[in-house]
């Protein structure tokens, strides 16, 4: 017979899968699957009944995808003009407000999976299978696949086939992840999210990284994909047109990732500070230059200081690996001596833990029985500090955060940075997500990487934001490019975070 554990593994890794998601959803086995079905309209039955004040769109969207049902795939491509899709696009733009959820949940409901009787027949027929019969089971699979994928899968390779296409695309699925932000109906959000993840998969295959290019951006480029790099950073904002002229001075390097069919539109840009050491401060990179000019014969390190993706319908497609991998090639063709790779990161989400676990503290709610700040860090923080109990201790931290005003205290300064460092590297160390990964979102890109997380910064980010998020603490992530690929299957294998002896020493 057919084996089940055969089957889960061919198609229900294909997330494009609808019946794959719903059968693991409602936990039949396949030969029930039929079962089920009865219960797939009262399911995905929408909560509100939807009203259209311009029908333009949803007419085009008719045009586009009625005339391909019942014809087979391979003839969808010549069924639909050219001029028809464009109308469509065209309408889109002008035709929809800013809130557009009710026609993605239209285009959910009119044009979404269709087949899950027939899909649920062949599942039965797949269960009784023999598992020897290869031949009939990739029939069966081909078939279920076919079956399987939403009608509005067509109007992507309809769209994707035009010049703009994949702009388009890009930003239909921005749109798409803001409605799913703001839409109040757990349903709507449902279907609202398995459109976004078949956009995903779609912008993963026409925007994977062979076909993009790495291009280095200086003060000679065109003013237009300048103001883009600028008006995008997110890491490290950029504060005028000087600003910008700096950090594309001659011991700065700046890249951005092009696709060929996005032309002059940067998805990925990566800012590079040429140094002679590993940096432990980015006000010195960006703020105060005057204090760190390197000569070229100098150079020893490259420092990825931000690294910023500008487009939200690019948002789950890592392009972060590729571009580092991309610059590290570019620079050691450009600076052959150049031996050290490391980022100066931001830790986004320290405070926020951070006053988690002190309110915890406050309620006597903690998280296990080991107390968030050791009892020989606590002496020196109420001795420093004039504090008695370790409530007043657990406050005195919390206003940290929405007070500056202690970073002018010298004496407070120096007392605090042995606690809170050891603080901060409990958190980017021990807490894990869901899957059991670094919580921290910044750390766990560059672990994914194959980096070592290499040194704690104490006030290496002194701007607003850089205390609000982490008390002006960075990390160093060090890129050895001999164990990249290890260090990578440690961490998603075994979920083992590489620490180098000044990481160490805080833990």
Not at 220 to 233: D, F, I, P, R
Not at 331 to 351: A, Q, W
Request: with cysteine; charged share 25%; aromatic share 10%.
């Amino acid at each position: 017979m057919f084996s089940f554990e055969i089957y889960k593994t061919s198609v229900f890794g294909c997330k494009s899968l609808y019946v794959a998601q719903k059968a693991c959803l409602l936990r039949a086995p396949l030969g029930q699957l039929a079962r089920v079905s009865s219960c797939h309209n009262s399911y995905f039955r929408t909560e509100r009944k939807y009203t259209t004040t311009n029908s333009l769109p949803f007419e085009f969207l008719k045009d586009c995808l009625s005339v391909n049902q019942g014809f087979p795939k391979m003839h969808e491509s010549v069924l639909v003009s050219d001029d028809t899709i464009s109308n469509f696009m065209k309408s889109y733009k002008t035709n929809l407000g800013s809130d557009k959820t009710d026609f993605f949940v239209h285009l959910c409901n009119e044009f979404g999976f269709k087949g899950f009787n027939e899909a649920s027949k062949v599942c039965t027929q797949l269960s009784q299978t023999n598992e020897k019969n290869s031949t009939e089971i990739d029939a069966h699979l081909e078939k279920l696949r076919n079956i399987s994928k939403p009608l509005y899968f067509d109007l992507f390779t309809m769209i994707g086939r035009l010049n703009d296409g994949v702009k388009f695309l890009i930003n239909f699925r921005s749109d798409v992840n803001n409605s799913i932000r703001n839409c109040p109906f757990q349903n709507d959000k449902n279907q609202l999210r398995l459109l976004s993840l078949h956009l995903r998969e779609v912008l993963s295959l026409w925007c994977s990284p062979g076909l993009l290019e790495l291009v280095r951006v200086d003060w000679n480029t065109s003013a237009s994909l300048l103001e883009k790099v600028g008006t995008n950073e997110a890491v490290h904002y950029v504060r005028n047109w000087l600003d910008l002229k700096h950090r594309l001075a001659h011991d700065r390097r700046c890249f951005t990732l092009l696709h060929p069919a996005v032309p002059n539109e940067p998805l990925v840009v990566l800012h590079v500070a040429l140094t002679s050491h590993i940096s432990d401060s980015v006000d010195l990179l960006i703020r105060r230059r005057a204090s760190n000019k390197n000569d070229d014969g100098e150079v020893s390190t490259a420092i990825f200081y931000s690294i910023t993706s500008t487009q939200d319908g690019l948002k789950g497609i890592d392009f972060g690996i590729h571009m580092i991998r991309k610059a590290v090639g570019n620079l050691r063709s450009e600076f052959p001596n150049l031996t050290k790779f490391s980022s100066l990161s931001p830790i986004p989400g320290f405070t926020k833990w951070m006053k988690r676990r002190l309110n915890q503290e406050l309620e006597g709610d903690g998280e296990d029985d080991t107390s968030l700040i050791p009892e020989q860090d606590s002496t020196l923080i109420k001795h420093a500090c004039g504090l008695q109990t370790d409530d007043e201790m657990y406050t005195f931290l919390l206003g940290l955060v929405d007070n500056g005003e202690w970073r002018n205290n010298e004496q407070i300064v120096s007392h605090l940075s042995g606690p809170l460092l050891r603080l901060c590297a409990r958190y980017l160390h021990d807490s894990k997500n869901s899957g059991g990964y670094a919580y921290d979102p910044v750390a766990n890109f560059h672990l994914r990487n194959g980096a070592v997380m290499w040194r704690l910064n104490w006030m290496a980010d002194t701007s607003l934001r850089g205390h609000q998020q982490s008390l002006g603490m960075m990390v160093n992530y060090r890129y050895y490019l001999d164990r990249l690929g290890k260090n990578s299957r440690t961490y998603l294998m075994d979920k083992k975070i590489n620490i180098s002896s000044k990481m160490d020493v805080h833990l």
